[in-house]
């Protein structure tokens, strides 16, 4: 990897996503007004809210960074941009790095917006830090960014990008302990749960809402969450297709 190529190829992407306001608005706003809508639904039962809405915080920047990300990386490849940056002296490490720092500072905004409406306007009640909370928020939201950079490689076209939400996404969504403790589920659910990354994601930021100090399972939670990250950026420069097919 190289430095300079690397932040170079972050810039690029700022700048083309500075003329993209529907992309940004989406990455930033739609996390705040899906937690607020949550809270509204749940207005005659603030308990409710709290037990679950932690758990969205982290889960809703995920899907929109996944989303996001995986169409607009095939953007790239199907118009040939990607094509002629990989003819330049770029190492498929550089464009996934880059990509991945450009999308990765959207996800500190889009973190720090959602977890401070969730805490200041909109009440979400927690016991830990809210450093905490926005850090699994942060780690949720990258770790859709790895995902969507990786499922790109695998679509011919946008609809087929959005069509990995549903394999990639919905059963994260059902076997992560959002809607029932994942001890409850059949052995096999809940062994499957096990290694969906999205499932230390919810774990995690349920340590912050019961804990008030910083418990092993939380930092367990963390750091696996990070790990897949990584492991799944490592995926997506190797599987990385230098043509356009």
């Not at 450093?131 to 859709?144: E, M, N």
Request: net charge neutral; with cysteine; aromatic share 8%.
């Amino acid at each position: 990897m190289n430095a300079s190529r690397t932040l170079a190829t972050a810039a690029r992407v700022l700048t083309q996503l500075r003329h993209d306001p529907r992309t940004i608005a989406l990455m930033l706003l739609v996390p705040v007004v899906m937690i607020t809508l949550l809270r509204f639904v749940f207005d005659a039962s603030p308990r409710t809210f709290d037990s679950i809405g932690a758990s969205l915080l982290g889960i809703f920047p995920l899907i929109t960074m996944f989303l996001v990300t995986s169409i607009a990386t095939l953007r790239e490849r199907t118009s040939g941009t990607l094509e002629r940056l990989l003819a330049m002296p770029l190492a498929k490490a550089d464009l996934i790095a880059g990509y991945a720092l450009a999308f990765g500072l959207l996800a500190v905004v889009q973190s720090a917006l959602a977890t401070g409406a969730s805490l200041w306007f909109l009440g979400l009640d927690v016991v830990g830090s809210p450093w905490l909370l926005l850090l699994i928020a942060l780690l949720d939201a990258l770790l859709g960014t790895a995902l969507g950079l990786f499922v790109s490689a695998f679509a011919a076209s946008e609809f087929q990008a959005v069509q990995f939400m549903p394999a990639v996404i919905f059963p994260q969504l059902l076997l992560c302990g959002l809607f029932t403790p994942r001890d409850t589920m059949q052995p096999a659910l809940e062994a499957i749960s096990n290694v969906f990354p999205m499932s230390y994601a919810v774990d995690g930021m349920n340590e912050v809402l019961r804990h008030t100090d910083v418990t092993f399972t939380f930092v367990r939670d963390a750091a696996i969450v990070a790990a897949v990250a990584l492991l799944v950026l490592i995926l997506g420069a190797a599987t990385l297709r230098r043509r356009t097919t």
